[in-house]
């Protein structure tokens, strides 16, 4: 029990996991698919199913939201096919949406066919326990790794490992099943801060220490070039000099909610790859047992930073993994701007490309799905990468096939060079699945983005983030423009709405927007979101573009 919960009573989430624990639930779908949703207990159908993935939504009653795991946002064509049956059973009902956890969430699902598609899941390695409720989420790592010939670190290893470590290999494990609330974890692995590591709980960016400080090396070995380590190796490294080893910086506490949102912080800690795993292990050890639990509103990590001051956190941390931590590197690799990943970009791998393709809102249908994994098996070797923007990745193209596989027709709608609005374009789930959402979001993204290169010339990307409530699920604190969803009045009627956000910066030296304009109806907002681009990303009317052409 937490320190917390001790002296204060139980509040109604904390209650439901006393009286059974979450992942209990694992023994019980083929009851509740012979009961069916409405003869379930309410609490196993509201909220313990969340601990196999599995996600009650009113909006939409009977028809369940279904949320896997997928390490560094990877799978394979075979398992992108099973996901594709999955929601082709339930026709206009069915469709998947990715996530900006480099995740996918299925819709439409019936609690009567659960047992099935668990079946299907297992059979091609795919997992969707301890996903929801208060859990470790999808774990995060670069979406090029193994691909990118200037990456520092391969990050799929390490995230594999964390994952099995948490989840028991897909099991479940009851040791990481009761968290005080929802925790991220981010390992990058590049230099461009592709997992957004300032928004997780607990993230690893890149950096360098003198070979001296790092006490923990089993013995030195000669120096070489590091490109894409596994986890356990040796990772010494300079392109000019032979004393650097590399290994990660922590941050610590980065989260969104209602209550308050905040950039993760140092921990002023840097670990070696191999000591990434015990780390994890350590933190949430820390936060499971001392995390605060009595408001919900007040139960992430940074809550628990804010009470006992970093150093204390620190030397807690310090005490579960053993042995001391190493201060942080002076600087981390952490020094281009965030890269999409849209378009077709040439791998490490001689004559072979990888492909980003815009997934407009992230909105997946079960023909699409096919296709996806068609493609990947035909010109690829069958993978298929998420980013936290909503896209997919398809590696492993031979030079010889790019030219027949760029004229396919999935590309028409999904593609390598969409709009400079369009490419960067994230939004929630909003109020069509989501009884949290105080508005549309998708959909109405969609149709306003359009609008807006209709009208407007564009010299760079604009990153816009829909956001259906204060949760930011669609993380509009990082976003150019940022749009939260709220309800306003307008001549006495009370409408759809949103909060502005800006400045929100991602890649090196990111940092969170803020609030700029509150309340701002949604039929009122399209000339608004027009000015501001004009104004502050360069924008022009294409009308006024054109006569300054044609002068």
């Known amino acids: 029990m937490t320190d917390t919960a001790t002296t204060t009573s139980l509040n109604k989430f904390e209650k439901l996991k006393a009286e059974k624990d979450g992942l209990a639930i694992k023994n019980e779908i083929e009851k509740f698919a012979a009961l069916g949703w409405e003869a379930m207990n309410e609490t196993d159908r509201d909220h313990r199913l969340k601990w196999v993935g599995v996600f009650f939504r009113p909006v939409t009653p009977g028809k369940f939201m279904m949320r896997l795991r997928m390490p560094n946002g990877i799978l394979t064509s075979s398992q992108m096919r099973v996901l594709a049956q999955v929601v082709q059973r339930y026709g206009d009902d069915g469709c998947a949406d990715i996530t900006t956890r480099q995740n996918i969430q299925l819709r439409g699902i019936r609690i009567e066919d659960l047992p099935d598609i668990f079946n299907r899941f297992h059979a091609v390695g795919l997992t969707s326990v301890q996903s929801g409720m208060d859990n470790i989420r999808n774990i995060t790592g670069d979406p090029v790794a193994g691909l990118d010939a200037d990456e520092l670190y391969d990050t799929r290893e390490l995230v594999q490992q964390i994952q099995d470590m948490l989840t028991n290999k897909g099991e479940g494990n009851p040791e990481f099943s009761n968290l005080p609330r ?271 290169e209709e009208e407007l010339t564009f010299t760079k990307p604009v990153r816009i983030h829909w956001t259906g409530c204060p949760n930011s ?34 890649g090196k030296d990111a940092h969170l927007g803020t609030c700029v304009i509150k309340g701002i109806p949604c039929e009122d907002l399209q000339p608004l979101l027009q000015d501001l681009l004009i104004k502050n990303f360069g924008a022009k009317l294409k009308q006024e573009a054109l006569l300054v052409g044609n002068c």
């Open 182 to 452: 929802k925790f991220n974890i981010a390992i990058a692995g590049g230099r461009d801060n592709s997992v957004h590591a300032e928004i997780n709980d607990l993230a690893f960016v890149p950096a360098f220490k003198e070979a001296g400080e790092h006490t923990s090396l089993r013995e030195a070995a000669p120096t070489t070039a590091l490109s894409n380590r596994g986890a356990g190796e040796q990772n010494l490294l300079s392109a000019d000099s032979h004393d650097k080893i590399f290994g990660f910086n922590v941050l610590v506490g980065g989260f969104f909610s209602a209550k308050r949102c905040e950039a993760a912080i140092p921990l002023n800690a840097w670990v070696a790859p191999e000591d990434v795993v015990a780390l994890c292990r350590a933190v949430l050890e820390v936060f499971r047992d001392h995390g605060p639990r009595a408001n919900r509103q007040k139960s992430r990590l940074m809550w628990l930073i804010d009470e006992w001051g970093l150093d204390k956190f620190r030397a807690e941390v310090e005490s579960r993994l053993g042995k001391s931590l190493l201060p942080a590197a002076p600087k981390d690799e952490i020094d281009w701007e965030k890269r999409d990943h849209i378009g077709v970009y040439k791998q490490k791998q001689a004559g072979l490309n990888y492909a980003g393709l815009n997934i407009p809102v992230g909105r997946l249908y079960a023909e699409d799905m096919f296709e996806i994994a068609r493609l990947a098996e035909v010109y690829g070797t069958g993978e298929i990468r998420f980013t936290v923007e909503q896209n997919i990745v398809i590696p492993n193209i031979a030079e010889s096939r790019l030219a027949t596989f760029l004229t396919e027709p999935l590309l028409e709608r999904f593609s390598i060079d969409p709009g400079l609005l369009a490419r960067s374009l994230v939004s929630c789930t909003g109020a069509q699945f989501c009884n949290f959402a105080l508005i549309e979001t998708k959909n109405r993204a969609l149709a306003m983005i359009k609008v807006l």
């Open 473 to 506: 699920c669609g993380q509009p604190q990082v976003a150019d423009i940022g749009l939260m969803g709220t309800k306003t009045r307008k001549n006495g009627k009370t409408l759809e709405g949103v909060d502005i956000y800006m400045g929100g910066k991602v």
